[in-house]
């Protein structure tokens, strides 16, 4: 059409794409002119996700092999199998070649310049003027919500916002040619769904993805699709299977989690309130004493103040129904923020809502709703007859303007840089607590009026940063039987169970020392006023200054102390007797009843059990790293070995090189059957469904490539 033509005279898709990049550049120009690190005092980047990368880094230099076991938190729990990890990610292979603070940085600015692409390409097939899909692009790229994630340092949630419209896009290709590439390509850009770490918002994403897809075929005439429908089914087939290397461990790992049990208090956690919808006027990035607010990315309804009179004219256009079906969709995303009738029945009756907590981030797939439904504005209001060539082009540059100034103003001067060097120090205990100094592991302590300052001496999250192993954590998944070790560890009942995901395993009591020393636990650091001599530690060393990161406060100068426990049990250690168990609930029961680490309760142990004679004798490791450990034993007859090494499904194990039978011990630990003599255990962590994985991912490479190759896949579809 004229009107179309004369903006493309001077916007065509490469030049578009040209200047979307560009735009999106010059914004995020701190991520790629320094060699410091994005900051802020609230960053999961600082208090976590750095610590993953460190782990896949040191693994991958030390053993050759990616990172399946973390040993850094938790005791120890799944490094790959983790879903924010990402290290199969495309993106990932930046902090494998970069500095961390650089690699850290591309990270983000690559999923920014994805996210600008991909709204573009989705907006490109739908709107009559290029500009519209090039306003579009930025205005995603650059909403307040994603930058926003910039300073909370969600890095796995930036992938999935910056694949939405990629994933309607591929969709859409299918629905309007469903010719054999437009099937690889739902199956490429689904795999990368699946690869990305925030399986919340890819289980929003999912959904709305389904329901649009249901929403064409009717308007369609549904009837007519079944070969629609089946190639869309085969493109959702293959991304599963090229993902499958990460997807089987996650699932592996969710299965003996603590997201098993859902809680509908857990899902409300931290939802939002009435007075929170005034955001949508307003983010309210700031106090009214000056600061950040703590957590204004969340239960935040801010879409950008300028969307609004596009939101108005697009119900001026010729896609008035395509408008109120946003506008529905929008709110009724804001409704199932609430907690409601909805949301209740939706918890009860749609599979996998009550995985996750807080369905406020839902809004980050309103945003791509939002979006798109001021792009139909502008679309109409550049299609306006009463305007010529040169005043819409003009239009276009205001209404592309717009959403790189709101930003500005609003979000931007939070976006800022600091050395790595400085934002995590490294002090005097830390070389005391690391693998080079430390055989054992640490627990962080606090004052029982504060639980979370335990926190502050270590945070968890970067305990792998300093090469330090942890008894605490903080993770998305955790393993449930650990969770529940730990909380018998501290409170001694098994009344106090939570029956709900932890998130962060802070220790503010100890009820039961042993089951500590059975973690081989060597250090314990906290605040200079706690008193923990009475189990048996001793105060080593204690400075009342020290800089430290301090999670929603920053680097702060703080005291700290350091405890060495006395009389550890160490790597490995034998039991004095051992007695089976057959449920979760007896186990349970028999942590809190023991009054020793070495009374051994077991799962599935038979005949063995009677030909132990519990001579005891010395267990040491000879190798400590991340996948695997070898351990040298002097048993003085038939003996149970108990390892300090937290269970899971994919340990293996060999003694003198010939495979040993490992059982669960003590609820959450490992343990095995050894006899008279001296001997060489090797404990090595395997992933079976990462096997099966490359196995799938293979044949769907295959699958893809003849997709692409055949002449059928270069044809293209009639119209």
């Known amino acids: 059409m004229p009107t179309a033509n004369a903006i493309g005279a001077y916007l065509t898709t490469r030049r578009s794409l040209l200047l979307l990049v560009l735009i999106g550049m010059g914004f995020l120009y701190p991520l790629w002119t320094t060699s410091d690190i994005v ?76 996210a600008g692409v991909a709204m573009f390409l989705f907006s490109r097939r739908y709107f009559s003027h290029p500009a519209t899909a090039l306003i579009c692009g930025v205005a995603y790229m650059l909403s307040h919500r994603y930058l926003a994630m910039i300073y909370s340092g969600w890095l796995p949630k930036m992938s999935m916002f910056a694949l939405t419209p990629l994933l309607f896009w591929a969709c859409d290709l299918v629905l309007e040619r469903p010719a054999r590439r437009t099937i690889a390509a739902v199956a490429v850009v689904g795999a990368l769904t699946l690869l990305q770490g925030d399986m919340q918002q890819l289980y929003y994403a999912a959904v709305a993805c389904v329901l649009w897809i249901l929403l064409r075929l009717i308007a369609a005439g549904w009837r007519q699709q079944g070969g629609t429908i089946g190639r869309l089914a085969v493109g959702g087939l293959l991304a599963v299977m090229l993902a499958a290397p990460a997807l089987l461990p996650r699932l592996q790992f969710a299965s003996v989690s603590t ?66 079906l946003l506008a529905l969709g929008i709110g009724a995303i804001v409704v199932l923020c609430f907690d409601t009738v909805v949301v209740r029945t939706f918890y009860d009756h749609l599979p996998g809502f009550n995985l996750f907590r807080q369905p406020s981030r839902l809004l980050l797939l309103a945003q791509f709703a939002a979006v798109f439904l001021a792009g139909l504005g502008a679309d109409t209001l550049l299609g306006a007859g009463f305007l010529g060539p040169r005043s819409r082009l003009a239009l276009a540059g205001v209404m592309l303007l717009a ?19 400085n934002v995590l120090p490294r002090h005097s205990y830390h070389d005391l607590l690391d693998r080079q100094h430390n055989e054992g592991r640490v627990l962080a302590i606090a004052p029982t009026s504060s639980p979370s300052w335990g926190r502050a001496a270590l945070l968890y999250g970067t305990a792998a940063y300093f090469g330090i192993d942890m008894v605490n954590g ?24 939570l029956h709900r995901p932890m998130g962060w395993s802070d220790c503010s009591q100890i009820a039961k020392p042993e089951m500590l020393r059975a973690l081989d636990v060597r250090y314990i650091i906290g605040d200079p006023s706690l008193y923990v001599e009475a189990m048996g530690a001793e105060r080593i060393w204690q400075s009342p200054r020290n800089a430290v990161f301090i999670f929603y406060q920053g680097v702060r100068s703080i005291p700290v102390a350091v405890w060495r426990l006395g009389n550890p049990l160490g790597p490995a250690y034998f039991a004095t007797s051992v007695h089976p168990v057959e449920s979760d609930a007896q186990s349970l029961q028999s942590l809190v009843q023991s009054s020793s680490a070495l009374d051994a309760s077991v799962f599935g142990i038979g005949g063995e059990a009677r030909r132990l004679d519990f001579s005891g004798g010395n267990a040491a490791f000879i190798e400590r790293g991340f996948n695997r450990y070898r351990y040298r034993i002097e048993s003085g007859g038939n003996n149970f070995l108990i390892l300090s090494q937290v269970w899971y499904p994919g340990w293996r194990a060999t003694l003198d090189g010939a495979p040993v039978k490992l059982y669960r011990t003590n609820h959450a630990l490992l343990g095995c059957v050894v006899p008279r003599g001296t001997h060489e255990l090797v404990l090595e962590m395997t992933s079976p469904p990462l096997l099966y994985g490359l196995a799938a991912a293979a044949l769907g490479t295959a699958a893809v490539v003849l997709l692409l190759s055949s002449k059928a896949g270069r044809r293209q579809a009639p119209e």
């Not at 790959?80 to 961390?100: H, S, V, W």
């Not at 959403?403 to 060097?421: C, F």
């Open 39 to 114: 900051y802020s005092k609230h960053s999961d980047i600082i208090s976590e996700h750095l610590g993953t990368k460190v782990i896949e880094r040191e693994a991958i230099s030390t053993e050759g092999r990616i990172p399946l076991w973390n040993p850094s938190m938790n005791a120890g729990m799944p490094a790959l199998a983790n879903p924010q990890a990402m290290y199969l990610f495309p993106f990932d292979l930046l902090f494998l070649a970069l500095p961390l603070g650089i690699a850290t940085n591309l990270v983000i600015l690559l999923n920014f310049l994805l």
């Open 474 to 497: 903080v993770t998305a998944l955790e393993l449930r039987d650990y969770s529940e070790y730990f909380t018998i560890l501290k409170y001694g009942t098994t009344s106090a169970l």
């Open 403 to 421: 959403p790189v100034l709101d930003s500005a103003l609003r979000i931007a001067p939070l976006i800022t840089t600091e050395p790595l060097a």
């Open 259 to 324: 997201r098993t049990e859902v809680s509908y208090d857990f899902l409300l956690r931290d939802s939002p309130v009435p007075a929170d919808l005034l955001t949508f006027f307003s983010p309210h990035d700031t106090n009214p004493d000056g600061g950040v607010r703590n957590g204004f990315w969340e239960n935040n309804f801010y879409f950008g103040c300028w969307l609004l009179p596009l939101w108005l004219i697009a119900f001026l256009g010729k896609k008035r129904r395509a408008a109120l």
